[in-house]
C-alpha cells in the first residue's frame, strides 16, 4: 500500500505539472489532473493541499530537478548557459511553467530567495579571481546570463517563428547564447 | 454622443489593460473592467466582442504605443535597448501584459509577424554596412537583444529581489543592458 500511494502522488505531481504549464494556476483544474492521473480528486487535496500548494510543489520539484541536472557554475558561465539552454529546450514546458510562477504567484519562496544569494555568492568569488568580469554587480551578471540563456522563450522572437526547431537551428541559437554570455561575462583586457 | 462614446472606449481599454496586466485572460473579469471603467458591461461586448478579442485589441494598442516611443534601429542597437529597458521600466505592466500573451494566446498575429520580418531586414542591413557583428543571424541577435532589454523583467532576479528599485539601481541595470548590447551585437575586430 506505502508504494501504491507514492506511485500515485508520482502520477498527480507529473499530471499537475502539465496541467499548470499549459493552464497556470487560475486555469488550471483540479479534475483534470486527478483524471490525467487515474486518481482520486479527494486524494489529491490529501496529499497536496489547495491548487496552489499543489503548485508549489510542482514548481518546488522542476527546480530541483533544474538546480541538480543544471548546476550553477560561476567559473565557467558560458558552459551554464549552454546547459540551460539545454534544459528549456528538452522540455519548453519547464519555461512556461516558471513564467505563470512569476506572474501569478510571485513573491519568492525561502528557498527561491536562498539559491539566489548563493548564485550571487559563487560571482562575487569569481569576479575576485578574475574569471568574470567586474564591470557589473553580481546581480546584474547573473540577470543578464539567465536572461540569454532563456532568451529564445521569453522574447518576441518565439511567438514570431515558434521554439519547433530543426537540430541546425537549434545549434546556432545554442552557439549565439554561448557565444553572447562569453562577451558580456569575459574580463576585458586590462581589467585583470 | 459621438465624444461620449469615444471617451468610453478610451475608459474601457485602460481598465482593460489594467485588468489583464494583473490577471491575464483566463483570470480577468468583464464585470471588474466595467466597474473600472464605469461602463455598461454590455456596452464592452458590443465595442469590443469577447474577451479575447477585448485582450486582443490591448495588446495591439501596447504594441502600437510601444513601436511609437521605441522605433527599432538595427544602426544604434545598444541605444535601441537602453530605451525599451526605459519604456518597460515607466511601466512594468506592460511585459506582464506581453507575457500573459505569449503564455495564453501564443499565435503571432499578422502585425506581429510583420513587425518581426522588418527588424530582421534592418538588421540584415546593418549586418551587411558593418554596423552590426554578422557572426549570428539576424533573428538570433534580435532575440539576445530583446532578451537583454527585457532581462530584469523575466528573469527569477525580479521574483528574488523585485523591481522597485532606486535611481542608483535602475541606472546600473540600464548601464548593464546597454553595455550588455554593445558587446554581443559590435562587430569584433576583423570582421569588416
Known amino acids: 500500500m506505502a508504494r501504491d500511494s507514492q506511485a500515485t502522488k508520482a502520477r498527480i505531481l507529473q499530471a499537475a505539472f502539465a496541467e499548470f504549464a499549459e493552464y497556470g494556476i487560475a486555469g488550471a483544474r483540479i479534475d483534470r489532473i486527478a483524471e490525467a492521473a487515474g486518481a482520486n480528486k479527494r486524494m489529491i487535496y490529501v496529499y497536496y493541499g489547495n491548487k496552489e500548494q499543489l503548485f508549489d510543489q510542482v514548481i518546488q520539484q522542476a527546480l530541483d530537478a533544474g538546480a541538480e541536472s543544471v548546476p550553477f557554475d560561476a567559473e565557467d558561465l558560458p558552459r551554464y548557459a549552454g546547459a540551460v539552454f539545454d534544459h528549456l529546450t528538452a522540455d519548453p514546458r519547464l519555461m512556461r511553467l516558471v513564467t505563470w510562477k512569476r506572474l501569478e504567484r510571485p513573491a519568492a519562496t525561502e528557498l527561491e530567495a536562498a539559491a539566489y544569494a548563493r548564485k550571487t555568492e559563487a560571482l562575487a568569488a569569481a569576479q575576485e579571481n578574475g574569471r568574470v568580469d567586474a564591470t557589473h554587480g553580481t546581480g546584474d551578471i547573473l540577470t543578464l546570463v539567465l536572461a540569454l540563456a532563456q532568451a529564445w522563450f521569453t522574447t ?37
Open 156 to 192: 518576441a522572437t518565439a511567438t514570431a517563428t515558434g521554439t519547433d526547431w530543426d537540430e541546425e537551428q537549434r545549434d546556432a541559437h545554442r552557439a549565439a547564447v554561448i557565444d553572447a554570455v562569453t562577451r558580456v561575462t569575459a574580463p576585458r583586457d586590462g581589467d585583470r
